[in-house]
């Protein structure tokens, strides 16, 4: 097979693999208040499930990505795939709460891996002036996949019960698990066409390396608001705004569905084509997406009767073209031989200060107030984030002639 075949089939594979494990995480929030009046637990305690997830993936992100920049990633990859895929098909026999949060507790540890290791296999694949869009198509997945596993969860945990929808990503992540064995590694920066300084070549340097710094602190107070709102937006449209759980789920999953398809390519596009005039286009793009969000985030929390659903829609709109820009922004502003280590941080920074907070904390002011006192937060920190972001711009690293290599 050409190399560019190869390049193409771990790109399908490994975006697969992302939307399974992106159905897997939603489907929670679609079918949380079934869980909790089963398991007669509070909002905090629910909110803790995403916290303790993010904790396991949080912790075994780093030490994964110190053995990805050593030896071979595919490998690691599949180990990973199929610990997730086999834990998602164990919720069939979860009936108690504690088993639950063990449960979630190994799917974090397997999507690390995962998570961890793909952006980095995927850039030694494909050149940096095809970043963005090649990011948009991989990270397309969390969206489209989310979204899925909203509408998945509304229909089959109220249908067949809540632990049915859990088990539909779990058959799936363990046969394209097994097709990945067909993708040879790629050479480690063979693709890379960003001026190198130490910075960005060694681990040393990664904790003065400023364009990494403000696209991973960007994107850790996006994490926070996103991983939040993910989280209790449909509990908030049962809950408070007063619609049935399948029907909250049908329309926000719906509006994220589309969003996740059209603003993720539409922002994946958009900063490649900027990027040709200015290095810093990633991060440009990237905080003027939080920005326009802002409005419309308070609309869509604070606005009731026809303006509500607009709100969403284009919030959401404008904080998923995001998505490609800012993750290729981090690929970018690291070199190859330290890019998987770098991903890893990366992870463990956003998630620590992002969604592994944002849904207990929520949790917590609603036990105490309300969910909308609980959503300010994600307000402060869309705000934060669109400043750290434009702050970053001068950062970015310079363009410099592309290597013109080839995967192996």
């Not at 110190?66 to 990859?77: F, G, P, V």
């Not at 603003?263 to 900027?274: E, H, K, S």
């Amino acid at each position: 097979m050409p190399p560019r075949s190869y390049a193409r089939l771990a790109l399908v594979l490994l975006t697969g693999l992302n939307f399974f494990n992106y159905i897997d995480r939603s489907v929670l929030f679609a079918v949380q208040p079934l869980v909790q009046a089963e398991f007669h637990r509070s909002d905090a305690q629910f909110g803790f499930l995403t916290t303790a997830f993010f904790l396991c993936y949080m912790v075994a992100a780093p030490l994964v990505g110190l053995l990805a920049d050593r030896y071979a990633r595919k490998w690691i990859i599949v180990g990973g795939a199929i610990l997730w895929s086999v834990a998602t098909l164990l919720t069939a026999i979860t009936h108690t709460f504690d088993a639950l949060l063990l449960r979630h507790a190994l799917v974090g540890i397997g999507e690390a891996t995962f998570g961890t290791i793909a952006p980095a296999f995927l850039a030694d694949m494909f050149g940096t002036e095809r970043r963005g869009r090649i990011f948009a198509m991989f990270y397309i997945a969390i969206p489209v996949g989310t979204a899925l596993g909203y509408l998945i969860g509304g229909q089959l945990g109220t249908a067949y019960g809540w632990r049915a929808p859990f088990l539909v990503g779990g058959i799936p992540g363990l046969l394209l698990a097994a097709a990945m064995l067909l993708v040879p590694e790629p050479v480690r920066g063979s693709h890379d066409a960003l001026s190198e300084t130490p910075e960005r070549g060694t681990l040393r340097g990664l904790a003065r390396n400023p364009a990494f710094w403000t696209a991973t602190l960007g994107m850790a107070s996006m994490t926070f608001a996103l991983g939040g709102l993910s989280v209790w937006m449909p509990t908030f449209l049962s809950r408070v705004r007063g619609y049935p759980l399948a029907r909250a789920n049908q329309l926000f999953g719906g509006i994220t569905a589309f969003n996740g398809t059209v603003a993720t390519l539409v922002g994946g596009w958009l900063g490649d084509r900027l990027l040709r005039r200015s290095a810093a286009a990633y991060y440009w793009l990237s905080a003027a997406g939080m920005a326009l969000a802002l409005p419309a985030m308070l609309v869509a929390l604070y606005a009731t009767g026809s303006l509500m659903f607009p709100g969403i829609f284009l919030a959401e709109f404008f904080l998923l073209i995001n998505t490609g820009p800012l993750n290729a922004a981090v690929v970018n502003s690291v070199g190859a031989h330290i890019r998987a280590t770098a991903v890893a941080v990366n992870i463990f920074v956003i998630h620590l200060l992002g969604d592994a907070l944002s849904p207990t904390l929520i949790g917590l002011i609603s036990d105490r107030k309300s969910l909308g006192y609980g959503f300010a937060t994600a307000i402060v920190a869309i705000v934060i984030s669109s400043a750290i972001l434009f702050f970053g711009m001068r950062y970015a690293p310079p363009l410099a002639k592309p290597a013109g290599a080839v995967a192996e």
